[in-house]
């Protein structure tokens, strides 16, 4: 998992309910990264930062935000909108300076199951 | 329809023996493959990346190839052992401006049996 985390671990939401998966790194990386992973299905990209203060949509955004306030932490929130949001979540890092071939380092990951 | 095809969906085997895994892909422009472990309920952890211009790559028991005309790769597992039980993803990226066009297979969940 290198030096990414994530909690918690499981998280329980209620209908109606907004709920925050935290991410922080100690990488010293730019660039990170929230995915979502469903059984049977590859990893889905909801949104990613490269920079302080600036983050992107990935393919499933709606139902989710994001801030990057700090260079360590990137939170997600599954937000009421979410209508279907039990998953696998997994936060990743990467070193944007390091072209192409340079590695996400991914978190333990969070699994968020609906009450 | 997925961009990264990777079978069989799960396999098991018993311990000591060989396998190999398998991932087409459609992606493009090609940029890099990479093979990730996956053990359950954990993020995945890099095995090897493969750039165009590479064939094979090794980590240890683990031997990647990658024939980028037919756009298949294939992930070889030597010896298995018991720790190796867990699902193996394949990861394609195309070349994008901010190198974050990443597009994931479902990945084979492997299971080593004593």
């Known amino acids: 998992d290198g030096g990414i985390t994530q909690s918690p671990k499981y998280l329980f939401r209620k209908e109606g309910q907004n709920v925050t998966l935290s991410c922080e790194q100690n990488?010293?990386?730019?660039?990170m990264y929230w995915y979502r992973q469903d059984p049977g299905q590859g990893l889905r990209l909801i949104y990613y930062?490269?920079?302080?203060?600036?983050?992107q949509k990935g393919d499933i955004a709606e139902g989710y935000s994001v801030s990057r306030e700090k260079k360590e932490s990137f939170p997600l929130t599954v937000t009421s909108a979410q209508k279907n949001p039990t998953a696998f979540y997994l936060c990743?890092?990467?070193?944007?300076?390091?072209?192409?071939?340079?590695?996400?380092?991914f978190g333990p990951g969070t699994r968020l199951l609906v009450l | 329809k997925n961009q990264v095809e990777q079978s069989p969906q799960s396999l098991i085997i018993l311990e000591g023996k060989n396998c190999t895994l398998q991932?087409?892909?459609?992606?493009?422009?090609?940029?890099?493959l990479r093979w990730y472990k996956q053990d359950t309920g954990r993020g995945p952890v890099s095995l090897t990346i493969?750039?165009?211009?590479?064939n094979t790559k090794s980590n240890g028991r683990y031997t990647a190839t990658l024939d980028a005309d037919t756009k298949q790769s294939s992930l070889h597992i030597t010896a298995s052992q018991l720790s190796d039980s867990a699902s193996y993803i394949c990861?394609?990226?195309?070349?994008?401006?901010?190198?974050?066009?990443?597009?994931f297979g479902a990945g084979t969940r492997l299971t080593v049996k004593p």
């Open positions: 991932c087409n892909y459609t992606v493009s422009p090609f940029s890099n």
């Open positions: 493969m750039t165009f211009s590479e």
């Open positions: 930062s490269q920079i302080v203060n600036d983050f």
């Open positions: 990488l010293n990386h730019d660039a």
């Open positions: 990861v394609v990226s195309a070349k994008s401006y901010n190198n974050n066009d990443m597009r």
């Open positions: 990743a890092s990467r070193n944007r300076l390091s072209g192409a071939k340079g590695d996400q380092y």
